[in-house]
């Protein structure tokens, strides 16, 4: 490889990526040929003229609808190898070998192209050789597939019993190609060829049926295409791999219904043929292009028709009649069969999308080597909204047959598409409707009938959260009868006649609901629509949605529908202390610094009834905490050259400040306060907040000193003050631009404390890693939902190569090139170590923001190396577990409860505190329990403390109760710092939410100092 | 991986604990958790079982040993008792662990271990050779025991220091039990939940007392700067010349006792100014020819630099093997 040639290191990447993921044809092709020949002489050893009736596949051939099946067996008149081995563009994994067999002519009639007739013969002759192939002992075992999942053509899978390690799960393919079994004028499009297919006793055209047997009459000769296309010419062959790499990563494209590795040749090959490429060209350049094609350009609207070999020419009504019947034409050689016709509007739509989205990712600083060929996009990560129809033994499916032109579960998928487009608007920007029904375990002999096993499968992209939020959905006026009926047909009972504001009368459907549960009305909404039209029970909805949100609740609700109480009273508060008067210097700026007032506190404070200028009495009688976390708010002084010099000197005074503040506010304004000698708390509306001074002088130092040199004289305390109210102003605007940050940070925050994290991963850091996800969430969209964004920041912490890569938060788009530049020394430097030792390097997790390019506010001592790694099995294991639940589990709420259940023997040891002395027992999420190891030593609890305010002191004065209610009083904690105090060679594991475990594991890196 | 950790512990309690029982007998506790603590540490290295990573082990073992050692004189001199009970709790201990490995391990769980185990990666030798001292920590920690029993434990471990042969009588009958009891503190206010409820009232003395401490502080603070600024003068005075020290950079325009400007300009306003000309540069970039070709030079320069390191980092990613999207 000339240095010239490899111009930057995505083409590096790309070269690197195609090593490893072509095939050693060399070694292959050894293996190919003894099993195609052994293959081969176990088919021809069948013998010929046997009577083959549909015996063999009673159910397959009666519930396909055909009949007079019978045929005398003849030997095949051929095998060829075709598909991505024969053109040696195989992609590992595939070792996925096609064979053609090429069906004989004499076992079919003339007009067996009729009723199904050929599909069930071609199924009986794959049925014949299954049970010879059985038999040799050279074949492991036969399984049943189908060609793009169309049931009425079975294809066979043959593994072979002498295996090399180098291809784990090499196998042949059987398929079965027609050449010239049929007049193929016969099977023009227009043509009705099924005859239950009719409207009114008249037959209409099969297009569908037509092609499903055209394609196989031509097998032979479009693999030829092919071959002559990518032999001798390397490049396309590399971009054709690198096009399945791609295609494969997006599971909503690599579908029946859209693309597929033929497909994806074929327009290769028309692409070269039409002179689109230059010889010149690298195969990444080959891909662009190709992605570029497909995402813009403008035949598709006119349909991709390669040049016909023959002198038939594709007439202009031809051309039409294609277009009209299919959405995507991909007419071939011989101008009679559309090889798309599989492809739906909606794959065809996807697959433009995830094109041109592709093609953004590309134009990335850094080339988006990763996003376009290493990240998995599967549906979970995709939709924002999962759904799956459980239709097994729904009779409504099949109700007028398995194949008609189209098959049953096609038509299905159809349905409920429309359905659904109809019913959620413009709420969704995508729906995707995909029943992938055919399985590994399909036998023909079970016939079609068992095709409704897997669950349907419904994503659904939601266009934006105010849409998706809206309750009120307004429908045709009243004054058009027409479409005002139409509109009461499909929504029955939901819809009203309603007048709104400006006047108008128009039917309309409401989806009341609470404001912390507006995210189920799209639930709400396809719920409804399934149950009315598809009439299906609500156990065979399964719906994605909320599955989560046990782990945010409080008691009985969502503690999130109490902070608008809390934010008036920060106001409020606010404004208290810049109206004091009487103080040396006026309260010139208040700040909020606490995650409850950006919404991303997994527990907001709840409104405590003591804590408050007036007790009001009647509110005294419910079990109340004894306990009140504190919320941090951050206050600026009027400048002053006044302050004392020193650290300590400068902090008392800011004590005595607060102090003073404290006894105004008492004095004044008559709101209660408790302070300690660093802490100043003040009660107010029922919520308790602790108030910080930032000194102004370190200011103007700080902002310029970030990164460069944090010695100087700005004190740390002024510093990290600055930090975290630039953190929560930034925050604060993001959760306002995406409505749906704050729940995924408190679903992440939950996560992390519940798998013992908390002393490992700061708030803030998880605040950021999630504000990546929605600030840049190529090759994906903005995640629209809670599961769709917490599975995306598993998914960010497993995934993500933090030994390699800064991660940069741009919060506001306002990083340059310099910023770059300067975030990715730093980076550099943090990472010098790691040729030396791979256990050396500073901040295993390198964040950058913009108030903090040198990653030193939050993750510079923590998480270190190991702890990294851990973060990141456990992340890995959670997002494996998600997506499958999203995708096939029964909707079990243990099997999701598992995601937030740590488990206890990773650990050398695990104490288990006392679930009656947690100061807020309402957020442990479960109780812990170890049934393995050896408990050694039990405890008696306490008396001293009590969650929850005894009667007793519920009858004593307003005074002493509020000495009672204790203010951020964390018994853990206390624990917590008294076990690092005594055993500094423990490295204890908590929950700072509120865990009922500590796990402790012996720490080797502090007992070596 | 954990499963061979687990058996090769095992080997290793199992063979020494005939002697390690014999010897506690005889010898003094110091001594003979040492020595116990060298022998399993040379019983490991005589089991590890795959001769072909022999040599690495070995290697990382005699690193493990020596933190054994470090670490040993630290616990040895406050782990005395713990050391007897722990003996005898040892093999009870492995063999529930063994149980538990080979036991029906719940999917998820065995699957992040493995997980964790893997990433753990060259530090678990040294982990199993820190085996026989884990099980110290284990104990010493007592599985699922309440909160404060750590601290707890040290408290009765003082009392109990004094008598220790009782003690040594207590532990065997203890070990019947199995289960340590713990009392809940609140008796004493020295430790446990009584004392933190007591320190957090006692934390909370009313405004006006944390005014006056905060007064009084300040009072302390101005009189000690007074009495440095004191002490200046009078050394000052005494030889009746002052020492000037050279101050590196630039001349401050800030009083650093007052905070006021001295100068007239504000240095931060000044840099400000500096700042900005720096921008706006009276010709624009790209003007004259020696600009442009040097503004092409760095950028080659930059993208040269760029290209060499990510050469190394994929060179890095090789050996990660992360080209794999499968």
């Known amino acids: 490889m000339e240095i010239d040639t490899v111009t930057d290191s995505r083409t590096l990447k790309v070269n690197d990526l195609l090593k490893d993921i072509r095939i050693d044809y060399d070694s292959l092709t050894n293996l190919v040929d003894d099993f195609v020949s052994s293959i081969k002489e176990s088919i021809d050893a069948i013998p010929d003229d046997f009577k083959v009736t549909s015996e063999l596949a009673p159910s397959f051939v009666s519930e396909i609808g055909a009949d007079k099946v019978e045929f005398n067996f003849k030997k095949p008149n051929g095998f060829s190898l075709c598909g991505s081995y024969s053109i040696r563009c195989m992609a590992k994994p595939d070792a996925c070998v096609d064979l053609l067999v090429h069906l004989p002519k004499e076992c079919f009639y003339e007009k067996d192209y009729m009723n199904h007739r050929y599909h069930a013969k071609r199924c009986l002759y794959l049925c014949v050789i299954r049970k010879h192939l059985l038999s040799s002992s050279s074949v492991e075992k036969v399984e049943w597939s189908s060609l793009q999942n169309e049931a009425r053509k079975p294809v066979l899978v043959v593994f072979p019993a002498k295996k090399l390690d180098q291809f784990p799960g090499f196998s042949i393919r059987i398929i079965p190609s027609a050449t010239s079994l049929f007049n193929v ?34 097998l032979e000769e479009n693999s030829e295409l092919l071959k002559k296309t990518f032999s001798e010419w390397k490049e396309l062959g590399d971009a054709l791999i690198l096009l399945k790499i791609w295609a494969r990563q997006r599971s909503s494209i690599y579908t029946h219904d859209c693309l597929n590795g033929f497909l994806i040749s074929l327009i290769l090959s028309y692409l070269a043929t039409h002179g689109k490429f230059n010889k010149s060209l690298n195969a990444l350049d080959i891909f662009r292009v190709t992605l570029d094609f497909i995402a813009t350009s403008k035949l598709w609207e006119r349909g991709l028709f390669f040049p016909p070999q023959s002198e038939n020419r594709v007439s202009k009504e031809e051309k039409m009649q294609f277009r009209e019947l299919f959405p995507v034409v991909i007419c071939d050689p011989s101008t009679l069969v559309n090889l798309a016709f599989r492809m739906t509007s909606v794959g065809f739509q996807e697959l433009q999308d995830e094109a041109s989205s592709t093609l953004k990712c590309m134009k990335l600083r850094d080339g988006g080597f990763e996003e376009v060929f290493m990240t998995k996009i599967d549906y979970p990560v995709k939709y924002d909204h999962c759904v799956r129809l459980h239709l097994k033994g729904k009779p409504a499916v099949s109700v007028s047959g398995y194949c008609l032109d189209k098959e049953c579960w096609r038509i299905y998928e159809q349905k409920v598409h429309s359905l659904l487009q109809q019913g959620l608007g413009d709420r969704a920007k995508s729906i995707r409707v995909v029943w992938r029904n055919t399985n590994q375990d399909w036998h023909v002999e079970s016939g079609l009938s068992v095709l409704d096993r897997e669950p349907l499968f419904i994503g659904i992209s939601i266009s934006s959260i105010e849409k998706a939020f809206r309750t009120v959905d307004i429908g045709p006026d009243a004054e058009n009868k027409l479409e005002a009926l139409k509109f009461r047909r499909f929504w029955g009972n939901k819809s009203e006649l309603r007048r709104f504001k400006d006047g108008r009368i128009a039917e309309s459907t409401v989806w009341e609901t609470q404001q912390w549960t507006k995210h189920l009305i799209v639930k709400q909404i396809i719920e409804y629509i399934i149950k009315r039209h598809l009439s299906l029970s609500a156990d065979d909805i399964v719906q994605l949605v909320d599955q989560l949100d046990f782990s945010l609740i409080y008691g009985d609700k969502d503690p999130m529908s109490t902070s608008g109480n809390l934010l008036q009273a920060y106001e409020v508060f606010s404004k208290c202390l810049r109206e004091i008067e009487g103080i040396p210097l006026k309260v010139s700026s208040v700040q909020p610094l606490d995650s409850a007032l950006r919404f991303t506190s997994v527990f907001p404070p709840e409104p405590h009834p003591v804590a408050c200028e007036k007790i009001d009495a009647r509110r005294l009688h419910k079990l109340l905490p004894s306990c009140i976390p504190t919320m941090e ?20 005074t800011k004590s005595a400040f607060l102090l003073k503040i404290a006894e105004n506010l008492q004095n004044v304004e008559g709101i209660p306060c408790t302070a300690t000698e660093d802490n100043v708390d003040v009660f107010m509306g029922g919520y308790a907040f602790r108030m910080r001074i930032m000194h102004e002088r370190g200011l103007s130092l700080v902002k310029r000193d970030i990164g460069a040199d944090p010695v100087k004289q700005v004190s740390s305390i002024d510093k990290m003050l600055f ?68 599975l995306r920041f598993l998914r960010l912490l497993a995934d993500y190569d933090w030994m390699f890569y800064p991660l940069i938060v741009d919060i506001n788009n306002d990083f340059g090139r310099n910023d770059e530049k300067e975030i990715n020394d730093n980076f550099m430097a943090s990472r010098k170590g790691y040729e030396k030792d791979r256990q050396n390097i500073s901040s295993a997790m390198f964040l950058a923001a913009p108030y903090d390019k040198a990653s030193e506010a939050w993750t510079s001592t923590s998480p270190n190396l190991s702890e990294q790694k851990r973060l990141a099995a456990y992340a890995r294991s959670s997002a494996n577990v998600l997506s499958k639940l999203v995708l096939h589990e029964h909707n079990d709420s243990v099997q999701w409860e598992c995601l937030f259940r740590t488990p206890l023997n990773n650990y050398d040891a695990v104490v288990l505190l006392h679930r009656d002395k947690l100061p807020y027992p309402r957020r442990l999420l479960f109780p812990s329990e170890l049934n393995q190891g050896k408990h050694v030593a039990r405890g008696k609890a306490s008396t001293a403390f009590n969650p929850f305010l005894l009667p007793g002191d519920l009858k004593r004065s307003h005074e002493e109760l509020k000495k009672k209610l204790m203010v951020d009083f964390e018994p853990t904690k206390c624990f917590m710092s008294g076990l690092q105090e005594e055993f500094g060679t423990l490295k204890p594991w908590y929950d700072h939410i509120g865990g009922d475990a500590i796990g402790l594991t012996w720490n080797k890196h502090n007992s070596k100092v | 991986m954990q499963r061979k950790k687990k058996e090769k512990t095992s080997n290793v309690e199992l063979s020494e604990l005939p002697q390690a029982i014999s010897s506690e007998k005889t ?103 820190m085996a026989s001292n884990e099980t110290e920590t284990r ?95 009078a050394k000052a005075a005494e030889g009746g010349w002052t020492v000037v020290v050279h101050h590196k950079g630039r001349k401050k325009t800030t009083d650093p006792e007052s905070g006021i400007a001295v100068g007239s300009v504000n240095q931060t306003a000044l840099e400000d100014q500096v700042a900005k000309k720096k921008q706006s540069e009276p010709v624009a970039h790209g003007f004259y020819r020696f600009q442009r070709r040097e503004a092409q030079r760095n950028e080659i320069l930059a993208l040269q630099s760029k290209f060499e390191q990510d050469k190394k980092r994929i060179q890095q990613l090789r050996a990660a093997r992360k080209f794999k999207p499968y």
């Open chain 2, 139 to 233: 104990n010493r920690n007592l599985k699922g025991k309440s909160k404060k029993s750590n601290k707890k434990r040290k408290t009765n471990r003082s009392s109990t220091k004094e008598n220790e042969t009782s003690s040594e009588k207590m532990n065997e009958t203890e070990e019947e039990k199995d289960v340590y009891q713990i009392s809940s503190g609140d008796e004493d206010c020295s430790k446990g939940m009584k004392k933190w409820v007591t320190d957090y009232y006692e934390s909370r003395p009313g405004l006006d007392e944390l005014q006056k401490r905060i007064d009084d502080f300040m009072t302390d603070h101005e009189e000690r700067l007074e009495q440095e600024r004191k002490d200046r003068e």
């Open chain 1, 633 to 652: 708010v951050m206050i600026q002084l009027e400048g002053s050259g006044n302050w004392p010099i020193g650290d300590l000197a400068i902090e008392k």
């Open chain 1, 723 to 790: 930090i975290r109210s630039q953190h929560a102003s930034m925050i604060n605007g993001l959760q306002g631009l995406f409505p749906t940050y704050a729940p995924v940070a408190r679903l992440a925050k939950r996560w992390v404390s519940a798998h013992l994290f908390s002393g490992c991963l700061a708030e803030e850091a998880i605040e950021l890693l999630v504000a990546h996800v929605f600030l840049t969430p190529l090759p994906l969209g903005v995640p629209c939902s809670r599961i769709n964004g917490f």
């Open chain 2, 27 to 129: 010898k003094g506790k110091k001594v003979e958790l040492k020595k116990k603590m060298q022998k399993s540490k040379r019983k490991v290295e005589e089991t590890s079982s795959s001769p072909a990573d022999g040599k690495m082990q070995k290697k990382r073992k005699a690193k493990g040993g020596n933190v054994d050692i470090s670490e040993l004189s630290q616990i040895t001199s406050e782990e005395k008792i713990k050391g007897n009970k722990s003996k005898l709790n040892k093999t009870k201990n492995k063999r529930k662990a063994e149980e538990i490995n080979s036991g029906p391990v719940d999917h998820e769980d065995d699957h992040l271990k493995s997980e964790v185990d893997g990433d753990k990666g060259s530090s678990e030798d040294v982990n199993a050779d």
């Open chain 1, 185 to 218: 004028a016969k099977l023009s499009m227009s043509r009705n060829n099924v005859r239950s297919v009719s409207a009114d006793g008249v037959p209409q055209p099969t297009p569908t049926y037509n092609s499903s047997i055209l394609e196989d009459m031509f």
